[in-house]
T-cell receptor, first 113, second 113 residues
Framework: DADVTQTPRNRITKTGKRIMLECSQTKGHDRMYWYRQDPGLGLRLIYYSFDVKDINKGEISDGYSVSRQAQAKFSLSLESAIPNQTALYFC????????????FGSGTRLTVV | QQQVKQSPQSLIVQKGGISIINCAYENTAFDYFPWYQQFPGKGPALLIAIRPDVSEKKEGRFTISFNKSAKQFSLHIMDSQPGDSATYFCAASIALQANNLFFGTGTRLTVIP
């Protein structure tokens, strides 16, 4: 099994729909992150969580919400999807020091039509 | 505002050649500079990282060169191979905080056999 598993891998949804992207990890890490990847823009942080009771906004949190259900689970929700949220979404984890790098999932490709 | 500027956007190199990707930053508080490698359909994976107390770090065919005064760092891939074809991202963070990795916009490397 992958260290960081994201579901679904691909999703097409309609404008205005609520959608949840899920992430689970087996690394035992406390820290989890949601990033968005767009061509020419790199990866941008949406939300991050340092433990179950800690949720923080990243640089592009508007239109998104998250839930940290357990140490191993971190989900991202789009309350009312819009076409400019079409992107590749990545979940990542890191240990408390962060200096050993982030472990990323394989991504969810989301298309909002 | 892009915290880390990366160039070139794309790069084509002959097998056996040297691939060079450059990054620049402004925030002098950054003290951790990783490079990530991403293959199609996969999440980014940590390739190599450097801290500003050294000017160079080498791991196999991959070398990071770091110029603290110029606030620039670069990735050199020696003896480039077709299997190195991927997208490469530089990043920077304040290691102790490690709550956000600021990524460059990515370089798509193609190594021609």
């Amino acid at each position: 099994d992958a260290d960081v598993t994201q579901t679904p891998r691909n999703r097409i949804t309609k404008t205005g729909k609520r959608i949840m992207l899920e992430c689970s990890q087996t690394k035992g890490h406390d820290r989890m992150y949601w990033y968005r990847q767009d061509p020419g823009l790199g990866l941008r942080l949406i939300y991050y969580s340092f433990d179950v009771k800690d949720i923080n906004k990243g640089e592009i949190s508007d239109g998104y919400s998250v839930s940290r259900q357990a140490q191993a689970k971190f989900s991202l929700s789009l309350e009312s999807a819009i076409p400019n949220q079409t992107a590749l979404y990545f979940c990542a984890t890191s240990d408390s020091g962060g200096g050993n790098g982030y472990t990323f999932g394989s991504g969810t490709r989301l298309t909002v039509v | 505002q892009q915290q880390v500027k990366q160039s070139p956007q794309s790069l084509i190199v002959q097998k056996g050649g040297i691939s060079i990707i450059n990054c620049a930053y402004e925030n002098t508080a950054f003290d951790y500079f990783p490079w990530y490698q991403q293959f199609p359909g996969k999440g980014p994976a940590l390739l190599i990282a450097i801290r500003p107390d050294v000017s160079e770090k080498k791991e196999g065919r991959f070398t990071i060169s770091f110029n603290k005064s110029a606030k620039q760092f670069s990735l050199h891939i020696m003896d480039s191979q077709p299997g190195d074809s991927a997208t490469y991202f530089c990043a920077a963070s304040i290691a102790l905080q490690a709550n956000n990795l600021f990524f460059g916009t990515g370089t798509r490397l193609t190594v021609i056999p």
